[in-house]
T-cell receptor, first 112, second 112 residues
């Protein structure tokens, strides 16, 4: 079993929709959680970084962590065609400076 | 431009050959991480260097090696290449306790 599981999609939504992206994990020691966005043929770019459980909001993006269920989510409100990309979750027991474990990514297409 | 520079962007080579991938981290970043990204495996951690010293090893094959030089740039050496080594190779850098990594644009390696 992989330590981080992520539905690869693809996910296709109309412009303006709310998008929900999810990851599950098996290692209860994970405390640091990140979401990355990767455009085709580019390197991943950091979207959100959260520690432990709870919610974090940044503009149209909201990250949620439920450690009791070992489940994290990224919500995108008012989705735009420019949000079309692959979204990767990543997590670690000890934060930056240490190895992060990545999901395989969910491919999202927002249709104008 | 993320500030992390990877060269070359593309590399095509034959099985059995050896190649060197190069990474220059963001100015001031002491840690360099190497990741391999393939379609079915997602981002797999290979190795981390911190200020010239190996800090952590992941699923790195014995045919692969890396080093970080005094000017903090890093090289990933891949030898006795096999078809299955074809992938995107990403370098990332960070300065703890900053949050998250910054990735380069990657080197696409094709082994034929």
């Amino acid at each position: 079993q992989k330590e981080v599981e992520q539905d690869p999609g693809p996910l296709s939504v109309p412009e303006g929709a709310i998008v929900s992206l999810n990851c599950t994990y098996s290692n209860s020691a994970f405390q640091y959680f990140m979401w990355y966005r990767q455009y085709s043929r580019k390197g991943p770019e950091l979207l959100m970084y959260t520690y432990s459980s709870g919610n974090k909001e940044d503009g149209r993006f909201t990250a949620q962590v439920d450690k009791s269920s070992k489940y994290i989510s990224l919500f995108i409100r008012d989705s735009q065609p420019s949000d079309s990309a692959t979204y990767l979750c990543a997590m670690s027991p000890r934060g930056t400076g240490n190895q992060f474990y990545f999901g395989t990514g969910t491919s999202l297409t927002v249709i104008p | 431009d993320s500030g992390v520079t990877q060269t070359p962007k593309h590399l095509i080579t034959a099985t059995g050959q050896r190649v060197t991938l190069r990474c220059s981290p963001r100015s001031g970043d002491l840690s360099v991480y190497w990741y391999q990204q393939s379609l079915d495996q997602g981002l797999q951690f290979l190795i981390q260097y911190y200020n010239g010293e190996e800090r952590a090893k992941g699923n790195i094959l014995e045919r692969f090696s890396a080093q970080q030089f005094p000017d903090l740039h890093s090289e990933l050496n891949l030898s006795s290449l096999e078809l299955g080594d074809s992938a995107l190779y990403f370098c990332a850098s960070s300065v703890p306790p900053a949050y998250g990594y910054t990735f380069g644009s990657g080197t696409r390696l094709t082994v034929v």
